[in-house]
């Protein structure tokens, strides 16, 4: 994974991602622009197929899948977008209004496990991909764990890693002291007023 740039890495503005297949999700709702003034990855084809192709590459690697090569098309870039506000949405806790049907295929290993894997081709496989991360989220628990940060200028998406799984900053150095500091000087102001 060290050879996939930062800016395309999934763990983009974190030190630390989610684990398995949701850093695929993680990694789509951090490709939006941030007030720290990042860019955002979806905004053209170009950047957009790089960040396609470098994440589905850390995927493959996180879960011990075939690497998958998609080719966006540029028609498909809205798709994509609104695929990263549905699950950005849903994340939050947010009602995204209409039902989904996406293709995934369930496989039993020889072990008797079953285990999901993306189904379709182009941005419908990477749609399958990211909401099949979150099916196995929540079939593990682990979904609650993946949080927006609440610095509203931020936003990004973090893996919430606290025992008691009570984080609300993607960075505690940077978005949580600024709060903090915020916090503070407005309580120092009402007390002095």
Known sequence: MSDIPET?????????????????VQGLLNTRATGSGAPDLLDDCVTAQLWVTA?????????GSTPQEISLACEELEALRALRERVRRFIAGESTGVGLAVPIMIIAEPDGTLRTAPSGAGIEWVESAVWGAVLMAQTLDTLPRLKLCRNAACGSAFYDRSKNNSGVWHDVHTCGNSANLRASRARRKELAG
């Not at 395309?8 to 695929?24: E, I």
Request: hydrophobic fraction near 50%.
């Open 8 to 24: 395309f890495s999934l763990a983009r503005y974190v030190a630390v991602s989610a684990p398995g297949g949701l850093a695929l």
């Open 55 to 63: 994440g589905l590459r850390e995927w493959a690697e996180r879960t």
